[in-house]
């Protein structure tokens, strides 16, 4: 059964302070996998796709890197506004038909 | 260009009513999905339209439905409302679906009592 399994559940860093969340999936012929951001009370927004191992994008704090199972979101020096739930999914499915198939969430909290 | 929107924010209804929320897509998206989320089970896919057909459905009991119309809004129904359906309903539009980024609205917020 295709799985997303996302950890830590919860991290609280200082601001400044490096770290890296974790999302290890099983899945039949990955054909993409998404990370998302979601602030309180407001709807999941795009980070970044990967779609082969190996592969890395970064946007400012963030970088994201894939392997065959497990994907890594890396934040640099991170701020307070980054502050969110981010959110791994991978997609399943075939052709122009799927659907995205989500872990439960690493909830990051950035003090100043 | 506008968002997705989604309307309206928030419900309250009662066990045994039915509800219709409603969603529109990024102007030139086709592709409308629908995910239900709740702090226990996270998001979870409810169905997909795409030019007015249903192409894909979770697994959810069949009192949640929904269509698309011509314009690519979309709408979701779920009928005998039980309290477990209390959850954020989220809709996503893309342009063409599959394995391409989706474009949330900021959910619908439905609490039944």
């Known amino acids: 059964e295709d799985q997303v399994t996302q950890s830590p559940e919860a991290l609280r860093l200082q601001e400044g302070e490096s770290s890296s969340l974790n999302c290890s999936y099983t899945?039949?012929?990955?054909?993409?996998l998404f990370w998302y951001r979601q602030d309180p009370g407001k709807g999941p927004e795009f980070l970044f796709t990967?779609?082969?191992a190996g592969e890395e994008k970064e946007k400012e704090r963030l970088k994201a890197t894939l392997t065959k199972k497990e994907s890594f979101l890396h934040i640099t020096a991170p701020k307070p506004e980054d502050s969110a739930t981010y959110l791994c999914?991978?997609?399943?499915?075939?052709?122009?038909?799927?659907?995205?198939?989500f872990g439960q969430g690493t909830t990051l909290q950035v003090k100043p | 260009k506008a968002g997705v929107t989604q309307t309206p924010r928030y419900l309250i209804k009662t066990r045994g009513q039915q509800v219709t929320l409603s969603c529109s897509p990024i102007?030139?998206?086709?592709?409308v999905s629908w995910y239900q989320q709740t702090p226990g089970q996270g998001l979870q896919f409810l169905f997909e339209?795409?030019?007015?057909?249903?192409?894909n459905k979770g697994n959810f009991p069949g009192r949640f439905s929904g269509r698309q119309f011509s314009n690519s809004r979309s709408e979701m129904n779920v009928s005998t409302l039980e309290l477990g359906d209390s959850a954020l309903y989220l809709c996503?539009?893309?342009?063409?679906?599959?394995?391409?980024?989706?474009?949330f609205g900021s959910g619908t917020q439905l609490s039944v009592l």
């Open positions: 999914a991978v997609h399943h499915g075939s052709g122009n038909t799927g659907k995205l198939i």
């Open positions: 996503a539009s893309s342009l063409d679906g599959g394995a391409e980024k989706l474009f």
């Open positions: 899945v039949s012929g990955l054909r993409g």
């Open positions: 339209y795409f030019s007015e057909t249903q192409r």
């Open positions: 990967l779609y082969s």
């Open positions: 102007s030139g998206h086709r592709s």
